[in-house]
């Protein structure tokens, strides 16, 4: 049987939720947005762990143009250094948001080629 066991706990100070601002005209620059974390929300199902920030105004974080700077200002994703400061991050994060916003390419179909006209308008088979 499975069991779920919850809890929300404090945050010790200077933990953040980093998002990313883009710039909104050309000269500006992008940004990183940093979101005090008050509290951490944790579940443990069997042998699974989950944990998500939570911030003031009481949003729980967990997407990838997201992440967690810790108070040494490492810059962390599933509890995993993957940047030692904010320009690293800002790249991260950069790039994250434009394949998030990127237009899918238009549908291609395969070219067709009839040889033949199809049947019925000249007799022939399709």
């Known amino acids: 049987m499975t069991e779920t066991l919850q809890a929300t706990i404090?945050?010790?100070?200077n933990?953040?939720?980093?998002?990313?601002?883009?710039?909104?005209?050309?000269?500006k620059k992008d940004l990183l947005d940093l979101e005090p974390i008050i509290a951490w929300e944790v579940w443990?199902?069997?042998?699974?762990?989950w944990v998500l920030p939570i911030t003031l105004d009481g949003t729980q974080h967990l997407n990838l143009l997201?992440?967690?700077?810790?108070p040494?200002?490492?810059?962390?994703e599933d509890g995993?250094?993957?940047?030692?400061?904010?320009?690293?991050?800002?790249?991260?994060?950069?790039r994250r948001y434009d394949?998030?916003?990127?237009h899918p390419p238009k549908a291609t179909y395969p070219f067709q080629r009839f040889d033949r006209e199809p049947e019925g308008e000249a007799g022939g088979p399709l």
């Open 10 to 13: 404090p945050a010790h100070p």
């Open 15 to 27: 933990w953040f939720v980093v998002r990313f601002v883009e710039a909104q005209k050309p000269d």
């Open 44 to 49: 443990r199902e069997d042998d699974r762990t």
């Open 66 to 70: 997201c992440l967690i700077k810790d």
């Open 72 to 76: 040494s200002g490492k810059f962390l």
């Open 80 to 94: 995993i250094a993957i940047c030692n400061d904010e320009e690293e991050a800002l790249k991260v994060l950069r």
């Open 99 to 102: 394949v998030a916003n990127a």
